[in-house]
């Protein structure tokens, strides 16, 4: 049976024993450092929110006169379902309708309908519709909605307006469609969808709260000057006797 030496044993104990010191040393550092950094953006309260501030005013500008406004118009489509000989609505046209949706979707997408608007509203390429355009569709619905944003709002009006008027005549002349209703007609928006001021004006302070706080706190991360008494009994190991204060 092997028995382990006494001065083996009591080295390993002194050294269990100096870790959980050094662990405890190190929390206690820790809570400094984290009251001092605390105390240092304190001591900066004033230069970190007037650089919040002026980032937020930055904001503010690039939102009101810098970054173009975008206008929207939008419409929505209704596909009716069929009504009966007998004057009630014939169900197995709903279903029908539902499983149509994505198709009139994709077609009004397609290069047939968007290379018409763009000749109608003055625009050289189908592509430019396209990127303008947003056709969605409510769940478990018939609607279609229609939207068009550009920096202006004339034209995104137009394009909608010419979308609708394109789509129910190629609806009309080729699959002979003719359920399709404009339940909400599109108007000129003169109110602009984006940028939003407000959104831009917090997004600004947040940024400048960020860079002024990082500015602070990686200047006091490579401060070494023992600034408290606690901090040079830490540093140096013996108490501090006496202390003399530093007037300007």
């Known amino acids: 049976m092997y028995c382990m030496p006494i001065h083996r044993q009591a080295n390993k104990e002194k050294e269990y024993y100096g870790m959980n010191e050094k662990m405890e040393m190190n929390q206690d550092e820790m809570e400094i450092d984290l009251k001092d950094l605390f105390n240092a953006l304190k001591k900066k309260i004033v230069p970190i929110a ?17 970054i173009p406004k975008q206008y ?36 009004l997408q397609g290069e047939t309908i ?6 109608k509203v003055g625009l050289e390429d189908y ?56 339940i909400n007609e599109p108007k000129v928006n003169e109110n602009p969808v984006s940028p939003s001021r407000s959104k831009f004006t917090l997004i600004g302070f947040a940024v400048g709260l ?18 408290t008494r606690e901090a040079a009994e830490n540093y140096l190991g013996i108490p501090v006797l006496a202390t003399v204060p530093y007037k300007r």
Request: charged share 15%; aromatic share 8%.
């Open 50 to 66: 007037f650089t919040s501030i002026v980032f937020a005013m930055i904001g503010l500008v690039l939102a009101t006169f810098i």
């Open 72 to 107: 929207s118009s939008e419409a929505t489509i209704y596909i009716t379902p069929r009504i009966s000989e007998q004057g009630s609505i014939d169900y197995n046209s709903i279903q029908t309708n539902s499983r149509m949706v994505n198709n009139y979707m994709q077609i």
């Open 210 to 227: 960020i860079v002024s706080a990082g500015i602070v706190t990686v200047y006091y991360l490579f401060d070494n000057r023992l600034r």
């Open 127 to 182: 592509k430019e519709v396209l990127d303008t355009l947003t056709i969605s569709n409510a769940t478990d619905t018939e609607l279609i909605d229609i939207q068009s944003t550009t920096t202006d709002p004339q034209l995104a009006y137009e394009i909608v307006e010419n979308t609708i008027s394109v789509f129910n005549e190629e609806m009309l002349d080729v699959l002979r469609i003719d359920n399709l209703a404009v």
């Open 114 to 119: 968007t290379a018409q608007v763009a000749e």
